[in-house]
């Protein structure tokens, strides 16, 4: 007999794969982005929902999901399978605003855990109160943004066999955004997909989406056309039969529902022969132990061979994710390396003495104290780093123009309460400037009294001569003559050192601050090697189809001998 193979090995497997799919984010906002998130919590939900709970317990209850369009009339589908209603039928749509489990009574333990559907609430209405709790409420129905948590109604019905669980799901091309996303979710969970539409709607692209997705799955998938008049229920059928064999649905069970006064809104039963085909199929699926395992087996294991081929794909989004990330860091970094060479080739040819520091130090010291010189070397300091952080911020952005990833919220807003790079640029060189003069204090102190000169005027001259290149030398000169050379040449190299230290600290700064954000983001390579090694690991234990052949006895394994 054909089992499901539920070894250890295979469910750590499932498990880890399931922890790297989790771990994969895609914060830029790439062309394949979207999709790639939408994969991503797919393979999740299928994972959570389906995959992982059916391997740990295959003995639990078979789910057959009813998914179908707005107003295909799932929900009296549903009640007339199960004998009373359980779930709300009417005119009104979106009807279905919370998804209803109905399963028999001594089945519920297995859905009013968490083993299935973990993101749902379990809610559990006693049938005759069920029509006026809030759960059925449209509140009830809006989930994870809106604030509401989203709910799982649970019934039971003696009538319903055991080891069979209806789920009636919302609509699939709801109005409501939630809804459609619950209703994919909900389907993806099933070990049987059934899937309802009507005359006027099974030519829709929304049910055909599900149809394509069950193939690619290779779901265990039944189709109720429902509410067929009885004057066109050949032709209707035989249309829609030539349109699922030639989307290679072909072989695909397909159940006729007419069309009845209780199909109105209303809520009104449909009289058991009119089910009875569709409820007879399920209940073979549920009870028969070969039936039940092919059907197990066959859900389950397409589930798992399209990880095969949607995995790569997650792994390559996670790649490009990384590979924008990589340009937009490089940008900044290749940027900013260009303006500090150019910072520190200006220093070196003295453009801080210029302009008013210049004109200020060709007074000196006749109309021009040290204070102002310092001053004025200070404020051309301080613009020339400006200019180069400006100038820097202006090339990164034009690179990053032509990269899409670039748009991601955090990379554009700007803090409205943060420092100006002029403010944090000129604290900084004031910083710069009490430190020099802190050592020039330091070195004035260590000379004769009667001879010391000002160490305000020491300090003028030390940043003359670090600051004014050719035109600086004089300045050098005069600080030799008057604290001796000694002295000079030991603040010339702490004052060098300084200024080195402060332009690296300024410009490496603004670097850091502009890639934040994007580090924030913690864009790595490492997800998409775990993302195809996880993978790797899994195909390795799988093996094959999902499936595990009991042990044969010795008299059987002797009778295969013989043939």
């Known amino acids: 007999m054909v089992t499901l193979d539920v070894r ?38 299928q994972l959570d929902d389906y995959l992982v709970p059916r391997l740990k317990a295959p003995e639990a209850p078979l789910l057959a999901v009813i998914g179908g369009s707005t107003g295909a009339g799932k929900s009296t589908l549903v009640n007339s399978l199960v004998g009373r209603q359980v779930s709300e039928a009417g005119v009104l749509r979106p009807t279905t605003r919370v998804p209803v489990l109905v399963c028999h009574p001594e089945d519920h333990h297995w859905f009013s855990g968490l083993r299935v559907l973990p993101g749902l609430t379990r809610v559990w209405v006693p049938p005759q109160d069920h029509l006026s709790t809030p759960a059925y409420g449209a509140g009830a129905a809006r989930g994870g943004r809106g604030g ?42 099933a070990d049987v997909w059934i899937m309802v539409t009507t005359p006027a709607r099974y030519a829709d692209a929304v049910p055909w989406h599900l149809l394509r997705t069950a193939k690619e799955y290779d779901a265990t998938l039944v189709s109720v ?12 059928s035989r249309q829609y039969a030539a349109l699922l064999t030639k989307a290679g649905l072909g072989d695909v069970p397909r159940f006729t529902v007419p069309e009845l006064p209780e199909s109105a809104g209303g809520g009104g039963l449909l009289p058991s022969t009119a089910v009875a085909p569709l409820r007879a199929w399920l209940t073979q699926r549920a009870q028969e132990p070969a039936v039940r395992a092919h059907t197990l087996i066959r859900t389950a294991g397409g589930a798992l061979a399209s990880l095969r081929s949607r995995m790569p794909a997650l792994a390559g989004a996670v790649a490009a994710q990384h590979a924008a990330a990589v340009r937009l860091t490089s940008a900044v970094e290749e940027t900013y390396e260009s303006e500090h060479a150019r910072v520190r080739g200006r220093l070196q040819s003295g453009a801080v003495l210029s302009g008013d520091a210049l004109k200020r130090w060709r007074s000196y010291p006749l109309d021009c104290g040290p204070d102002e010189l310092l001053d004025a070397l200070v404020e051309s300091l301080s613009a020339l780093l400006l200019c180069c952080v400006t100038a820097a911020d202006e090339r990164i952005d034009e690179r990053w123009r032509h990269e899409p990833g670039s748009g991601a919220p955090v990379l554009t807003l700007r803090d409205p309460g943060m420092e100006s790079a002029e403010h944090r640029v000129g604290m900084a060189v004031r910083r710069w400037r ?84 994007l580090d924030a983001l913690d864009v790595q390579p490492d997800p998409q090697s775990e993302l195809i090694a996880a993978l790797s690991v899994l195909l390795r234990e799988r093996g094959g189809p999902v499936e595990r052949r009991a042990p044969r006895s010795q008299g059987q394994q002797s009778e295969q001998r013989e043939r």
């Open 434 to 517: 009490r430190e020099l003069e802190e050592h020039c204090e330091e070195e004035v102190r260590a000379l004769d009294k009667s001879v010391a000169p000002a160490p305000e005027a020491v300090a003028a001259m030390l940043a003359v001569a670090l600051l004014g290149g050719r035109r600086g030398r004089a300045a050098g000169e005069t600080l030799a003559e008057r604290i001796g050379a000694q002295s000079a040449l030991r603040l010339r190299d702490r004052g060098g050192r300084l200024v080195t230290d402060y332009v690296d600290k300024v410009l490496y700064g603004e670097r850091e601050r502009r890639l934040a954000p």
């Open 8 to 45: 250890p090995q295979l469910l750590d497997a499932l498990s880890a794969l399931r922890e790297r799919v989790a771990a994969a984010r895609f914060p830029l906002p790439l062309p394949g982005a979207p999709r790639a998130r939408a994969t991503r919590d797919e393979l999740l939900a």
């Open 225 to 236: 056309l429902d509410r067929v008049p009885h004057q066109v229920v050949s032709e209707v």
């Open 148 to 189: 509401v948590e989203r709910q799982l109604r649970i019934e039971t019905a003696s009538a319903l066999p055991r080891g069979l669980a209806l789920l009636d799901a919302p609509d699939i091309d709801s109005l409501v955004a939630e809804n459609r996303l619950l209703a994919a979710q909900l389907i993806c969970a």
